[in-house]
């Protein structure tokens, strides 16, 4: 078993925070979800007055072993590392919303089939040039497993040592909503044929071909599993095994977690699994248009932030809720209250 300590939230301070939300100059709730956003964050800070500082999206890299021999992506596995490329160069999606709202993105070669060159922008965190094909064999070996791990864990703590208290994380790897499925059944109990879904864009046929590949998969591995890691060796890939130490890691520093769709959403499905005091630090930005994340959600009992049809991956949903995020420490901080506006209250 994966060890790590997550305190648990304090409530000391719950009951003043709540009341400093509740007396500012608006109706007791009027601010919705804001409202909630506010308590948490500040709970996870433990102070009345939380900040949201230098915000950071990690994106994880990783190339899937299946994809050479069994049809469950229409995208080549190559796609992976032109991505990689795209995301340095500044030219997806990812990278227009992490400019727009000022937040510092950081792309990670989790396990991409691929040789980079020394590039100072990529974070060189290569396990092995994709995993196994797990329709033969576990996708990774236990050791591998807890490497990567561990590797997440590392770029969390550098990226918080140099000053970030929020922080989301995303994606890319052709395959990985393979991987993401498998985990989602194995950890919720939901038949996998429920948890599978287009993906990059496959059609119905291919949709129903990939659900047949990914029930022999699940059979093969699932009676083998005894703890979470097992599973994340048997079905995961470096970059979802990544955003596991990396997710159980931020909050074990006390940061604040923005959580995207589907794939980083199965990362934690796991990091749960670890450890529950996890969820406590987490925002849920968006629901994935891949029809497995409502279901991930409705396990998770949590509802997120946003549902405009995004199915993207890169960490996009978390990029483009952030203000979201950004406004409720806003009216916490600067909102007057009744008594300091000279405002009569209900």
């Known amino acids: 078993m994966y060890i790590t300590h997550i305190a648990p939230l304090s409530k000391a301070i ?10 500012k100059t608006k109706p007791i709730g009027s601010l919705g979800v804001l409202e909630d956003i506010a308590l948490q964050i500040g709970l996870i800070q433990n102070t009345h007055s939380p900040i949201l500082s230098k915000p950071s999206i990690v994106v994880f890299a990783g190339d899937h072993g299946i994809v050479n021999s069994n049809p469950v992506s229409p995208y080549p596995q190559e796609v992976t590392q032109q991505m990689v490329f795209n995301f340095l160069n500044n030219g997806a999606a990812i990278n227009s919303f992490c400019n727009q709202n000022n937040i510092s993105l950081k792309i990670v070669d989790a396990g991409v089939n691929a040789d980079f060159e020394s590039i100072p922008s990529l974070i060189n965190a290569k396990i092995s040039k ?3 094909d797990y329709s033969i064999e576990k996708a990774m070996s236990t050791d591998e497993c807890l490497l990567a791990l561990e590797k997440g864990k590392s770029i969390v703590q550098k990226i918080f040592n140099e ?11 052709i395959g990985n909503t393979s991987s993401a499925s498998l985990l989602m059944s194995y950890f919720t109990n939901i038949p996998i044929e429920e948890c599978v879904g287009k993906g990059t864009g496959l059609n119905n046929e291919g949709v129903i071909k990939k659900a047949q590949i990914l029930r022999t998969v699940f059979d093969l591995h699932s009676k083998k599993i005894k703890a979470p890691i097992d599973a994340l060796a048997s079905f995961g890939g470096f970059e979802i095994v990544m955003m596991c130490g990396a997710i159980l890691e931020a909050a074990s520093l006390k940061m604040t977690i923005l959580i995207d769709g589907f794939i980083v959403t199965a990362a934690l499905l796991v990091a749960q699994a670890i450890n529950k005091n996890v969820l406590e630090y987490c925002i849920f930005c968006h629901t994935s248009g891949e029809q497995g994340h409502e279901k991930m959600l409705g396990f998770l009992k949590t509802k997120p932030l946003l549902n405009i049809g995004l199915r993207l991956g890169e960490g996009t949903g978390a990029a483009i809720a952030f203000p979201i995020v950004k406004s409720a420490v806003s009216f916490l901080n600067e909102m007057a209250t009744f008594k300091s506006a000279n405002v009569s209250e209900a």
């Open 130 to 132: 994709g995993t196994k």
């Open 163 to 173: 000053g970030t208290n929020v922080i989301g994380f995303g994606e890319m790897g």
């Open 14 to 23: 719950k009951k003043e925070l709540q009341e400093k939300i509740d007396f």
